[in-house]
DNA sequence: GTCGGTAGTACACTTTTTCATACTATCTAT
DNA sequence: ATAGATAGTATGAAAAAGTGTACTACCGAC
Protein backbone atom coordinates (compact mmCIF):
# COMPACT_ATOMS: atom_id res chain seq x y z
CA UNK A 1 0.00 0.00 0.00
CA UNK A 2 1.51 3.23 -1.26
CA UNK A 3 2.49 6.08 1.42
CA UNK A 4 1.13 8.66 0.09
CA UNK A 5 0.99 11.74 2.59
CA UNK A 6 3.00 12.96 5.20
CA UNK A 7 2.19 12.06 8.17
CA UNK A 8 2.69 14.72 10.88
CA UNK A 9 2.15 18.60 11.23
CA UNK A 10 4.79 18.89 7.88
CA UNK A 11 2.54 17.96 5.95
CA UNK A 12 -0.14 20.65 7.13
CA UNK A 13 2.19 23.30 6.99
CA UNK A 14 -0.28 26.07 7.15
CA UNK A 15 -1.75 24.77 3.60
CA UNK A 16 -5.04 25.01 4.94
CA UNK A 17 -5.42 28.83 5.54
CA UNK A 18 -3.32 29.23 2.03
CA UNK A 19 -6.07 26.85 0.02
CA UNK A 20 -8.75 28.52 1.15
CA UNK A 21 -7.90 32.14 0.15
CA UNK A 22 -6.85 30.54 -3.24
CA UNK A 23 -10.34 29.25 -3.52
CA UNK A 24 -11.98 32.58 -2.46
CA UNK A 25 -9.94 34.85 -4.30
CA UNK A 26 -9.41 32.48 -7.31
CA UNK A 27 -10.68 32.81 -10.42
CA UNK A 28 -10.33 34.83 -13.21
CA UNK A 29 -11.90 38.63 -12.15
CA UNK A 30 -12.00 38.31 -8.49
CA UNK A 31 -9.15 40.19 -6.71
CA UNK A 32 -9.72 43.03 -10.19
CA UNK A 33 -13.42 43.28 -8.86
CA UNK A 34 -12.09 43.85 -5.62
CA UNK A 35 -10.02 46.41 -6.60
CA UNK A 36 -12.13 48.22 -8.51
CA UNK A 37 -14.93 48.59 -5.58
CA UNK A 38 -11.79 48.95 -2.88
CA UNK A 39 -10.57 51.93 -5.27
CA UNK A 40 -13.99 53.60 -6.44
CA UNK A 41 -15.61 52.94 -2.95
CA UNK A 42 -19.09 51.47 -4.69
CA UNK A 43 -19.35 50.29 -7.84
CA UNK A 44 -22.81 49.34 -9.84
CA UNK A 45 -22.97 46.72 -12.07
CA UNK A 46 -22.90 48.33 -15.40
CA UNK A 47 -19.65 50.25 -14.01
CA UNK A 48 -17.61 47.53 -12.91
CA UNK A 49 -19.11 45.57 -16.86
CA UNK A 50 -17.70 48.42 -18.72
CA UNK A 51 -14.00 47.81 -16.75
CA UNK A 52 -13.30 44.64 -16.74
CA UNK A 53 -12.66 44.09 -20.40
CA UNK A 54 -14.54 41.36 -22.06
CA UNK A 55 -16.22 39.98 -19.13
CA UNK A 56 -19.58 38.57 -20.23
CA UNK A 57 -22.35 39.66 -17.99
CA UNK A 58 -23.53 36.22 -16.55
CA UNK A 59 -19.89 35.66 -15.36
CA UNK A 60 -19.98 39.37 -13.52
CA UNK A 61 -23.20 38.38 -11.97
CA UNK A 62 -21.15 34.71 -10.93
CA UNK A 63 -18.45 36.40 -9.62
CA UNK A 64 -20.20 39.21 -7.81
CA UNK A 65 -22.82 37.01 -6.04
CA UNK A 66 -19.57 34.28 -4.17
CA UNK A 67 -17.85 37.37 -3.43
CA UNK A 68 -21.00 38.39 -1.76
CA UNK A 69 -21.28 35.01 -0.23
CA UNK A 70 -17.91 34.64 0.79
CA UNK A 71 -18.71 38.00 2.73
CA UNK A 72 -16.52 40.50 0.93
CA UNK A 73 -19.19 42.61 -1.24
CA UNK A 74 -22.48 44.62 -0.25
CA UNK A 75 -25.10 44.58 -2.56
CA UNK A 76 -27.23 47.18 -2.01
CA UNK A 77 -30.58 47.45 -4.10
CA UNK A 78 -32.34 50.75 -5.33
CA UNK A 79 -36.04 50.24 -5.83
CA UNK A 80 -35.74 52.23 -8.92
CA UNK A 81 -36.57 52.51 -12.46
CA UNK A 82 -34.52 51.58 -14.42
CA UNK A 83 -32.85 49.50 -11.84
CA UNK A 84 -29.86 50.50 -9.66
CA UNK A 85 -27.61 47.97 -7.82
CA UNK A 86 -24.63 49.43 -5.73
CA UNK A 87 -21.77 47.08 -4.87
CA UNK A 88 -19.15 48.35 -1.83
CA UNK A 89 -16.71 46.16 0.45
CA UNK A 90 -18.50 45.19 3.71
CA UNK A 91 -16.19 45.41 6.53
CA UNK A 92 -14.88 42.06 6.28
CA UNK A 93 -13.80 43.20 2.60
CA UNK A 94 -12.48 46.05 3.98
CA UNK A 95 -10.00 44.27 6.20
CA UNK A 96 -8.82 42.52 2.68
CA UNK A 97 -7.84 46.45 1.37
CA UNK A 98 -4.18 46.03 2.74
CA UNK A 99 -3.85 42.81 1.12
CA UNK A 100 -4.76 44.37 -1.83
CA UNK A 101 -2.94 47.41 -1.59
CA UNK A 102 0.32 44.77 -1.26
CA UNK A 103 -0.36 42.96 -3.71
CA UNK A 104 -0.92 46.21 -5.97
CA UNK A 105 2.41 47.85 -4.84
CA UNK A 106 4.68 44.12 -5.77
CA UNK A 107 2.76 43.98 -8.99
CA UNK A 108 3.32 47.68 -10.04
CA UNK A 109 6.94 47.46 -8.87
CA UNK A 110 8.21 44.05 -10.08
CA UNK A 111 5.45 43.01 -12.88
CA UNK A 112 4.90 46.10 -14.64
CA UNK A 113 7.61 48.46 -14.00
CA UNK A 114 7.06 50.24 -16.91
CA UNK A 115 3.05 50.99 -16.14
CA UNK A 116 2.37 54.66 -15.43
CA UNK A 117 0.26 54.57 -12.77
CA UNK A 118 -2.23 57.35 -13.77
CA UNK A 119 -3.55 58.56 -10.11
CA UNK A 120 0.40 59.59 -9.50
CA UNK A 121 2.49 61.75 -11.41
CA UNK B 1 -22.58 52.50 -31.84
CA UNK B 2 -22.24 52.07 -28.43
CA UNK B 3 -19.95 53.59 -26.24
CA UNK B 4 -18.31 50.26 -24.95
CA UNK B 5 -15.47 51.52 -22.15
CA UNK B 6 -14.66 54.80 -20.07
CA UNK B 7 -12.29 56.42 -21.94
CA UNK B 8 -9.82 58.14 -19.85
CA UNK B 9 -7.70 57.49 -17.10
CA UNK B 10 -10.64 56.51 -15.16
CA UNK B 11 -10.60 53.29 -17.16
CA UNK B 12 -7.38 51.89 -16.28
CA UNK B 13 -6.96 52.60 -12.77
CA UNK B 14 -4.31 49.99 -12.37
CA UNK B 15 -5.91 47.23 -14.32
CA UNK B 16 -2.86 46.41 -15.71
CA UNK B 17 -1.01 45.13 -12.84
CA UNK B 18 -3.95 43.58 -11.09
CA UNK B 19 -4.69 41.87 -13.93
CA UNK B 20 -1.03 40.60 -15.09
CA UNK B 21 -1.09 39.42 -11.09
CA UNK B 22 -3.81 37.59 -11.28
CA UNK B 23 -2.37 35.85 -14.62
CA UNK B 24 0.80 35.21 -13.08
CA UNK B 25 -0.79 33.94 -9.52
CA UNK B 26 -4.20 32.84 -10.34
CA UNK B 27 -4.52 29.23 -10.85
CA UNK B 28 -5.60 26.38 -8.46
CA UNK B 29 -2.26 25.58 -6.92
CA UNK B 30 -0.12 28.48 -7.49
CA UNK B 31 0.11 29.88 -4.42
CA UNK B 32 0.07 26.83 -2.86
CA UNK B 33 2.84 25.95 -4.34
CA UNK B 34 4.90 29.49 -3.59
CA UNK B 35 4.36 28.77 -0.28
CA UNK B 36 5.10 25.51 -0.18
CA UNK B 37 8.76 26.48 -2.18
CA UNK B 38 9.54 29.47 0.47
CA UNK B 39 8.71 27.67 3.44
CA UNK B 40 10.88 25.11 2.82
CA UNK B 41 13.73 26.72 0.54
CA UNK B 42 13.46 23.51 -1.49
CA UNK B 43 11.22 21.17 -2.76
CA UNK B 44 11.29 18.20 -4.99
CA UNK B 45 8.88 17.55 -7.13
CA UNK B 46 7.19 14.07 -5.25
CA UNK B 47 7.39 16.60 -1.94
CA UNK B 48 5.05 18.50 -3.43
CA UNK B 49 3.45 16.17 -5.42
CA UNK B 50 2.61 14.85 -2.08
CA UNK B 51 1.99 17.95 -0.26
CA UNK B 52 -0.65 19.26 -2.48
CA UNK B 53 -3.33 16.68 -2.18
CA UNK B 54 -5.11 15.63 -5.26
CA UNK B 55 -2.95 17.19 -7.62
CA UNK B 56 -2.06 15.11 -10.41
CA UNK B 57 1.86 14.91 -11.85
CA UNK B 58 1.01 16.49 -15.13
CA UNK B 59 -1.27 19.63 -13.67
CA UNK B 60 2.00 19.79 -11.29
CA UNK B 61 4.61 19.56 -13.92
CA UNK B 62 2.44 22.36 -16.01
CA UNK B 63 2.10 24.50 -12.78
CA UNK B 64 5.79 23.99 -12.05
CA UNK B 65 6.45 24.98 -15.90
CA UNK B 66 4.57 28.31 -15.77
CA UNK B 67 6.08 29.46 -12.39
CA UNK B 68 9.18 28.46 -13.92
CA UNK B 69 8.39 31.04 -17.22
CA UNK B 70 7.53 33.27 -14.99
CA UNK B 71 10.37 34.06 -13.32
CA UNK B 72 9.30 32.83 -9.67
CA UNK B 73 11.06 29.29 -9.68
CA UNK B 74 14.35 27.70 -9.98
CA UNK B 75 14.56 24.37 -11.69
CA UNK B 76 17.61 22.24 -10.37
CA UNK B 77 18.07 18.97 -12.53
CA UNK B 78 20.72 16.13 -10.63
CA UNK B 79 21.81 13.73 -13.14
CA UNK B 80 21.68 11.14 -10.87
CA UNK B 81 19.59 8.02 -11.39
CA UNK B 82 16.90 7.93 -9.97
CA UNK B 83 16.24 11.21 -11.14
CA UNK B 84 16.28 14.30 -8.78
CA UNK B 85 14.85 17.57 -9.52
CA UNK B 86 14.68 20.21 -6.90
CA UNK B 87 12.60 23.67 -6.62
CA UNK B 88 13.86 26.59 -5.36
CA UNK B 89 12.62 31.04 -5.59
CA UNK B 90 14.99 32.94 -7.97
CA UNK B 91 15.41 36.23 -6.60
CA UNK B 92 12.34 37.48 -8.45
CA UNK B 93 10.45 34.84 -6.64
CA UNK B 94 12.00 35.53 -3.01
CA UNK B 95 10.72 39.46 -3.60
CA UNK B 96 7.28 38.06 -3.83
CA UNK B 97 7.61 36.43 -0.07
CA UNK B 98 6.41 39.55 2.01
CA UNK B 99 3.00 38.76 -0.21
CA UNK B 100 3.30 35.84 0.23
CA UNK B 101 3.49 36.38 3.66
CA UNK B 102 0.24 39.12 4.08
CA UNK B 103 -1.54 36.71 2.17
CA UNK B 104 -0.88 34.07 5.19
CA UNK B 105 -1.29 36.72 7.37
CA UNK B 106 -4.70 37.93 6.77
CA UNK B 107 -5.90 33.88 5.73
CA UNK B 108 -5.01 32.85 9.43
CA UNK B 109 -6.57 35.59 10.80
CA UNK B 110 -9.63 36.19 8.96
CA UNK B 111 -10.47 33.53 6.76
CA UNK B 112 -9.47 30.43 9.27
CA UNK B 113 -9.39 31.67 12.68
CA UNK B 114 -9.85 28.59 13.96
CA UNK B 115 -6.63 27.04 12.33
CA UNK B 116 -3.69 26.20 14.79
CA UNK B 117 -0.59 26.93 12.84
CA UNK B 118 1.63 24.23 13.67
CA UNK B 119 4.71 26.21 13.82
CA UNK B 120 4.11 28.58 16.14
CA UNK B 121 2.45 26.89 19.79
C1' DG C 1 14.41 -10.91 -14.42
C1' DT C 2 11.68 -7.93 -12.21
C1' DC C 3 10.46 -4.67 -8.54
C1' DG C 4 11.07 -0.11 -6.61
C1' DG C 5 12.15 4.72 -6.72
C1' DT C 6 12.04 9.46 -9.31
C1' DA C 7 10.54 12.78 -12.57
C1' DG C 8 8.46 13.20 -15.88
C1' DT C 9 5.40 12.76 -20.99
C1' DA C 10 1.27 11.46 -23.78
C1' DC C 11 -3.29 10.91 -24.43
C1' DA C 12 -8.11 10.78 -23.79
C1' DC C 13 -11.57 12.10 -20.78
C1' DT C 14 -14.38 14.93 -17.51
C1' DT C 15 -15.37 19.04 -15.06
C1' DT C 16 -15.32 23.79 -14.49
C1' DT C 17 -15.18 28.23 -16.23
C1' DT C 18 -16.13 31.52 -19.46
C1' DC C 19 -18.46 33.31 -23.52
C1' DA C 20 -22.11 34.62 -26.96
C1' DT C 21 -26.53 35.41 -27.72
C1' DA C 22 -31.13 36.11 -26.84
C1' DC C 23 -34.46 37.36 -23.58
C1' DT C 24 -37.18 39.76 -19.33
C1' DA C 25 -38.97 43.74 -16.68
C1' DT C 26 -40.08 48.63 -15.97
C1' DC C 27 -40.21 53.50 -16.57
C1' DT C 28 -38.96 57.80 -19.35
C1' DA C 29 -38.33 60.36 -23.37
C1' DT C 30 -39.30 61.01 -28.27
C1' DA D 1 -45.36 53.05 -30.57
C1' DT D 2 -40.86 52.34 -29.85
C1' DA D 3 -36.13 53.09 -28.40
C1' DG D 4 -33.04 53.49 -24.49
C1' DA D 5 -31.40 52.70 -19.92
C1' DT D 6 -30.29 49.11 -16.10
C1' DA D 7 -29.62 44.71 -13.99
C1' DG D 8 -30.08 40.83 -14.58
C1' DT D 9 -31.57 35.27 -16.27
C1' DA D 10 -31.42 31.32 -19.51
C1' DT D 11 -29.31 28.41 -22.63
C1' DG D 12 -25.97 26.24 -25.21
C1' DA D 13 -21.32 26.26 -27.03
C1' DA D 14 -16.47 26.76 -26.50
C1' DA D 15 -12.30 27.01 -24.00
C1' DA D 16 -9.57 26.12 -20.04
C1' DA D 17 -8.32 23.40 -16.30
C1' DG D 18 -7.80 19.32 -14.16
C1' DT D 19 -7.84 14.01 -13.89
C1' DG D 20 -6.72 9.04 -14.75
C1' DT D 21 -4.13 5.82 -16.77
C1' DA D 22 -0.46 4.13 -19.11
C1' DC D 23 4.12 4.71 -20.43
C1' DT D 24 9.47 6.04 -20.49
C1' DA D 25 14.25 5.98 -18.61
C1' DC D 26 17.84 4.50 -15.50
C1' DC D 27 20.15 2.09 -11.83
C1' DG D 28 20.40 -0.86 -7.70
C1' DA D 29 18.66 -4.43 -4.82
C1' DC D 30 16.47 -8.87 -4.34
Redesign the pocket.
Known amino acids: MAENKFNNEETIARCVPMGRLQSVIG ?3 KILILWYVSFYKVQ ?3 ELMRRLD ?6 L ?3 LRELESDGFLHREIYKE ?5 EYSLTEFGKIFIPVLQTMMAWSETYLCPDYQNPYEK
Not at 54 to 59: A, D, K, L, M
Not at 81 to 85: E, G, S
Open positions: GKWRFGGITQSTTKQIPPKV
